[in-house]
């Protein structure tokens, strides 16, 4: 559906993407990782036909460069920074771009509904939440039905409920069948939304692998030790093991593995089950 093939930008003498060369395939969700200053919307932002390169992007066959109109017409864009007109209502902000995209008014309130924003169309859109705004950034990017999701850090302004939230539903725009290409700097939105993740570093591909590879790849993961009385070992193994994490017994305790913004999980799980921890490292 995407083909990137030896595509370099460069800024003078600093070169953002270098050598630059993947595919993404239909209903694949794939994410672009790597730290800030990677080259990652970069990127992006040569796909969408914003910047000029050298290579060769292809969208479905055909070359963004020379049909950048028609390309864009299989495009949603999500951007990281949101520019809406702050005392126009949701509702009327949608109906303006449906306009703008050439699709039928009705599908401002459908493109609402779909993101959970039905009850606040007539809200001005300055008065809407973080999270809110980001999701009608979806809604938009939808409104035209594209088959291709283009999103730049997603949810990097969000609180983890809005996060989650969000998360939710481009698992479900994906469900439904569309092709996903997004950059990120954060492990667990990858694990949860993506199939297949390029690491880039300094404007170049560094890494191929498949989402639930890359904290092992990258040795991104981190080992917490729990230590509980004798008589709740084998429980805590048996809970933690259910919700899903890597355990195993250690003398006293436990040691379990978790994503680096994750160290307090297991214990919370344990808490709620009413499992004792009596003390905790950070390996």
Known sequence: MIEYSHVTKRFGKFTAVDDLSF?????????????????????????????????LISVDGMDAGKNGKAVRRLLGYVPQELAFYADMSALDTALFYARLKGVEAGRAQEALQQVGLAEHGDKPVGALSGGMKQRLAL???????????????????????????????????????????????????????????????GGRLTLVCAAAELPDRLGLRSRVKLRLPASQLERALAVLTTAGFTVSRNGVGVLVDVLPDQKAQPIQTLYDADVEVTDFEVL
């Open 23 to 55: 595919a993404v395939q239909p209903q694949e969700a794939l994410a672009l990782w790597g730290p800030n200053g990677a080259g990652k919307t970069t990127a992006i932002k040569c796909l969408l036909g914003l910047l000029r390169y050298r290579g």
């Open 139 to 201: 809604g938009l990017a939808l409104l035209a039905d594209p088959p291709i999701l283009v999103l730049d850090e997603p949810t990097s302004n969000l609180d983890a409920a809005a996060r989650e939230l969000f998360l939710a539903m481009l698992r479900d725009v994906k469900r439904a069948g569309k092709t996903v290409i997004f950059t990120s700097h954060r492990l667990e939105e990858v694990e949860a939304l993506a199939d297949t993740v390029l690491v880039m570093d």
